[in-house]
């Protein structure tokens, strides 16, 4: 599919793209271009690309395809760094979780004859760094591209036919839309998780304990999506600012409405919301994004009616 | 075990008790009382009880045992109404996610001679009804008693047999203690999630069919806690709104602080923030109450440097 790919960033999702384009021969020359010494020895190790250079204009001389896989916030430098030495007609694809913060750092410094398809794999775990990662990582999810309207649609072709190789379904979006969509699905779930296991790391010793030894009713969930990379989460709020503080400040108002019922002993308004936020799942298993079966960290969820054959694992997030 | 039990309130707790009683063979008779005819020709009908009826008073008549496992809030009028008719020494139990109120609510009804040992099995699944219930929901989890310093011992040892013959740890803890801790671990869980699932049921429709489809990176985690029964969650609140508003106050205080820092751009804030959280999830694998497998509703997550073996799930909470 291409001669020579360059991956700048090698953790879980550059080190599982490198897999994956490894594993489906989609490029004949693979290499691996990381400013830290140690995570180029890593993949080199772990035998997941053909080269690997902390020198990132040596890494991509000549490449038809450079991936970004790097925090947000350090694409403007690779982008500075890089610019110079790209090959005409070269693709440059990235596969950060803010899409219009990337399009604004990486553009002024693009030769024209270079082609910028940003992107966005919706995929991942809460760990992080070049051994985590893994090929199947992105089968059958979702990768999000978010090309300009001048964008040359055969770039674009080529990035999508790499996602589905990789196993993707792909969709495309204004990149400012994405950045609502996912601060949505994404950045505030995650802002939350990270602020409520915060409030529970303050707690006095002996109730923490405690809370960790339940932790299986409800407060588990949200430990793992805290576990979550901190380079890139921060970087995340901070580039994706705005729609960030939007949604935030929806929920916010929506939280008060509920500490207000709580507060007043208002059944009817807690019942009423509570009702309606059930729909919501069906909808999501109806779409094929979720289903009965694969729950989250928690005890044997079986649809109505049907007891599960296997022994439930542990812990449940509605056990009250 | 016991002679004759009658579980008052047949839903996924009272049926999953049901049938984890009978597969033990803990009790000679197994009664169940619901004021719902239709829950008990349900239950006569999956044949987890011995009979079934919709008169409280006649089910309880000469049970060594009485379960309540009926919402919280439904907890005072049920002791109301079987208080005169308990046989002397009979032991009332029940499954209520908050303690102190079912103390306050039940001490009033109950002869003398008749011993309270209040419980909460911290298990549970986001499914409602008698027949989403399994003998095996209670396997390896804690199940907490909250006597007060006065009841029985040998009542405490009788419901500690009970649990531990269901399959379950058990805690001893006092009432307001349990309060707090749960109020932490699932009460607060449970209402942000209820709340940021509720957010997006407002959202423009073609922003929120978005939402659905890329549920994956996130907030779909959040839709199955906020798929829990609404009746039994309004009661939560109602009955634990003191522990409740405590924490939710020192949540939001958390929660504007990082809010702040997303404002100020003040990324050193955010990555501490995000840093200091991880270690909980280690300290919660390291107690065994998780593990790197047994992942939420998500994509493969392998511990780091063991790619999983077996095909990831579609989705992932932590992909950004």
Redesign the interface.
């Known amino acids: 599919m291409f001669k020579k790919v360059t991956i700048i960033g090698l953790g879980l999702i550059g080190s599982s793209m490198a897999?994956g384009i490894k594993e489906k021969e989609l490029a004949e020359q693979l290499v691996a271009a990381d400013r830290d010494q140690n995570v180029c020895d890593k993949v080199m190790e772990l035998g997941v690309v053909d080269e690997a250079t902390a020198n990132l204009a040596e890494g991509i001389k000549d490449s038809d395809l450079i991936i970004l896989a790097v925090p947000v916030?350090a694409i403007e430098d690779v982008g500075k760094e890089i610019g110079p030495f790209l090959k005409p007609d070269a693709i440059v694809t990235d596969t950060?979780?803010v899409k219009q913060a990337v399009v604004d750092a990486l553009q002024p410094f693009l030769p024209e004859s270079v082609h910028l398809v940003p992107g966005?794999?919706?995929?991942?775990?809460?760990?992080s760094?070049p051994?985590?990662?893994?090929?199947?990582?992105f089968?059958?999810?979702?990768a999000?591209l978010t090309p300009l309207p001048e964008t040359s649609i055969k770039a674009v072709e080529k990035i999508t036919a790499l996602w589905q190789a990789l196993g993707s379904n792909i969709?495309i979006m204004d990149p400012k839309h994405h950045d609502?969509?996912?601060g949505?699905?994404?950045?505030?779930?995650?802002?939350?998780?990270?602020?409520?296991?915060?409030?529970?790391?303050?707690?006095e010793d002996d109730?923490k304990s405690?809370?960790?030894?339940?932790?299986?009713?409800?407060?588990?969930?949200?430990?793992?999506?805290?576990?979550?990379d901190?380079?890139?989460?921060?970087?995340?709020?901070?580039y994706n600012?705005v729609a960030?503080?939007d949604?935030?400040q929806?929920?916010?108002e929506?939280?008060t409405a509920?500490?207000k019922a709580?507060?007043r002993?208002d059944?009817d308004y807690?019942?009423k919301?509570?009702?309606?936020?059930?729909?919501?799942?069906?909808?999501?298993i109806d779409?094929g994004?979720?289903d009965y079966a694969?729950?989250?960290?928690?005890?044997?969820?079986?649809?109505?009616?049907t007891?599960?054959a296997v022994?439930?694992?542990?812990?449940?997030?509605?056990?009250?």
């Open positions: 897999r916030g950060g979780s966005h794999p919706i995929a991942g775990t809460e760990f760094g051994e985590s990662g893994f090929a199947e990582l089968h059958g999810r979702w999000i969709e609502l969509v996912l949505i699905t994404s950045h505030l779930p995650h802002l939350i998780a990270y602020t409520i296991v915060g409030t529970a790391t303050e707690l109730v405690e809370v960790l030894k339940f932790s299986a009713s409800g407060f588990r969930d949200f430990t793992r999506i805290a576990a979550s901190p380079t890139m989460w921060r970087d995340v709020f901070l600012r960030v503080l949604v935030l929806r929920f916010t929506d939280l509920l500490q709580i507060r002993g059944g807690l019942y919301t509570f009702s309606e936020t059930r729909d919501i799942r069906k909808q999501i779409l994004q979720a694969a729950a989250p960290d928690m005890a044997g969820v079986a649809p109505a009616g007891p599960p022994a439930p694992h542990k812990g449940s997030a509605s056990s009250g």
